[in-house]
């Protein structure tokens, strides 16, 4: 009995400990993800500078209130963010996206601010939805606006500013910018009768069926805007029961394109006569093609597109959406295009909710994550190689003399070299597979009779892999000692810079 007793309580001891699991929706990010990142984000963040925008970073937290229309309307609003209460009762929420915390900060500064107020900011937003399969519950946005500049000279300015970012990360002649306007589409729906706040609904309902286009094709969105459709799986959705005539306007909206622009403008014109507000849409396309035309931005790289509608109830004029035309394999193994990487548009009224005058406003937003996969898949050289270089490892040999090895570590950080010294209890043959398993391109060792002398041996890791690779014996390996040489502590500094240059180490953190 007391042996199974004792059984027992060992099992139970074991059974009690914490399971390591990461949250789901969530990710960790190694070594080689975070530099490939840092450096897609430095070249995005020198894009940017280089339009005269400016960094301002806001809080991951935001009063819940503050965050917009789009939050549920409920006691407890934790559908679609993460909201909790502080110690006021106070409702606070993980920020969804970097806009609506910008509005906040731009009312709250307003009369400091220069405006036009042209700013960048970089973060993790978060949405509380379910996850799957290249959908995450964080995720980090880079985001670009201008606030109080009403003109679409600055909705231009955005197209080509997120055109020049693609070319710089190593993505040109791999993606489109294409440009549409809520308006045009607002006078779509006053054509067919579904302007007002009463018929709302409607409109969402017509604009989900348009965003489907490329999924279901022209028949799967008349039916969506129609009665509605069955797929093939056996769901149905309920349709936006327009009537056969207005289906035949909102689908010549969606394919107003022609082969040159001033067709496309006469085809929009068109779908929208009769309607002052989407004239005006359709004016302002034109204006955004002269100025983009302007800065040598030809149609293959910002094209106007009325089939964007992704984001056209929120926008309140030009939109864009910043797409990769290169192929990508679906997890069915067919060829598609790899798509959306970033959007944006104008929201002249999110700033306007905290103060009495109307603020205008446009901004461009990427996608942080998915960007860096297609760079990836392009072998753009900006995440190439990205895997961080490891640091020199300073060998322990005798423990009781740590302080000596303390100097030798210090004086290769002075000399600006990244370098560490062993703290763990190992003897050297771990400590020398530590050092392989941190991509240390050497190692200082100083032992006893080393000391003596004044010197240290400096281990070529990179150059003796390569030589050892070609030693047959283990007595040849003593003999030869690959790339392992003994120099005076004085010229320690020296040497090991010109390891690191010779194999291309960047010596500096």
């Known amino acids: 009995m007391a042996r199974d007793g004792k059984d027992k309580s060992k099992n139970q001891g074991k059974d009690d400990r914490l399971k390591a699991r990461l949250p789901r929706g969530f990710v960790d990010r190694a070594p080689g993800e975070l530099a490939a990142a840092d450096r897609m984000l430095a070249a995005i963040k020198a894009t940017y500078s280089l339009y005269g925008f400016e960094a301002v970073e806001t809080p991951l937290v935001e009063y819940t209130d503050a965050l917009g229309k789009f939050l549920p309307d409920q006691d407890r609003p934790n559908e679609g963010v993460f909201s909790f209460q502080d110690d006021d009762e106070q409702w606070l929420s993980l920020r969804y996206d970097l806009t609506a915390p910008l509005a906040r900060y731009v009312s709250e500064n307003f009369d400091a601010l220069a405006k036009p107020y042209r700013s960048y900011r970089v973060g993790w937003v978060f949405r509380n939805e379910k996850p799957g399969p290249g959908r995450f519950r964080q995720f980090m946005q880079f985001d670009a606006d201008t606030v109080g500049a009403a003109s679409v000279a600055a909705d231009?300015?955005?197209?080509?500013?997120?055109?020049?970012?693609?070319?710089?990360?190593?993505?040109?002649g791999k993606y489109v910018v294409k440009?549409?306007?809520?308006?045009?589409?607002?006078?779509?729906?006053?054509?067919?009768?579904?302007?007002?706040?009463?018929?709302?609904?409607?409109?969402?309902?017509?604009?989900?069926?348009?965003?489907?286009?490329?999924?279901?094709?022209?028949?799967?969105?008349?039916?969506?805007?129609?009665?509605?459709?069955?797929?093939?799986?056996?769901?149905?959705?309920?349709?936006?029961?327009?009537?056969?005539?207005?289906?035949?306007?909102?689908l010549a909206f969606t394919q107003a394109k022609r082969a040159s622009?001033?067709?496309?403008?006469?085809?929009?014109?068109?779908?929208?006569?009769?309607?002052?507000?989407?004239?005006?849409?359709?004016?302002?396309?034109?204006?955004?093609?002269?100025?983009?035309?302007?800065?040598?931005?030809?149609?293959d790289r910002i094209v106007i597109d009325p089939s964007v509608v992704r984001g056209l109830e929120y926008y309140t004029g030009p939109v864009f959406e910043a797409e990769l035309t290169f192929p990508v394999t679906n997890e069915d193994g067919v060829p598609v295009r790899f798509g959306s990487i970033g959007g944006g548009g104008r929201y002249d009224g999110l700033v306007g909710r905290f103060?009495?005058?109307?603020?205008?406003?446009?901004g461009f937003s990427i996608g942080v994550s998915r960007l860096l996969t297609a760079l990836r898949l392009v072998g753009s050289p900006i995440v190439a190689d990205a895997e961080p270089d490891g640091p020199v490892v300073v060998l322990v040999m005798e423990r009781d003399r740590i302080a000596d090895y303390q100097r030798l570590v210090a004086a290769l950080r002075k000399g600006g070299i990244r370098s560490e010294l062993y703290l763990g209890s190992a003897g050297m043959k771990a400590q020398m597979k530590y050092a392989d398993r941190r991509k240390s391109p050497c190692?200082?060792?100083?032992?006893?009779?080393?000391?003596?002398?004044?010197?240290?041996?400096?281990?070529?890791?990179?150059?003796?892999?390569?030589a050892a690779a070609a030693i047959a014996t283990n007595a040849e390996w003593k003999a030869a000692r690959p790339a392992q040489v003994s120099v005076p502590v004085d010229e320690m500094v020296a040497v090991v810079r010109g390891i690191l240059e010779m194999h291309g180490v960047n010596p500096s953190p």
């Open 355 to 362: 103060r009495a005058e109307p603020i205008p406003a446009t």
């Open 443 to 466: 190692v200082v060792i100083q032992g006893s009779d080393e000391r003596e002398r004044g010197e240290v041996q400096v281990k070529d890791l990179i150059e003796g892999a390569k």
């Open 156 to 172: 231009a300015e955005m197209c080509m500013m997120a055109a020049d970012t693609l070319d710089r990360l190593g993505l040109a």
């Open 179 to 250: 440009v549409n306007n809520r308006k045009v589409l607002d006078g779509v729906m006053e054509a067919i009768g579904l302007a007002g706040e009463e018929h709302a609904a409607r409109r969402l309902g017509v604009l989900r069926a348009i965003d489907k286009l490329d999924k279901v094709g022209e028949d799967g969105v008349r039916d969506l805007l129609g009665a509605g459709r069955m797929d093939p799986s056996g769901d149905y959705t309920k349709g936006a029961e327009l009537d056969a005539p207005a289906i035949d306007r909102v």
């Open 261 to 299: 622009l001033p067709e496309t403008f006469a085809a929009l014109e068109s779908v929208v006569a009769g309607s002052e507000r989407g004239m005006e849409g359709v004016r302002e396309l034109a204006e955004i093609a002269s100025l983009v035309e302007a800065g040598g931005y030809g149609e």
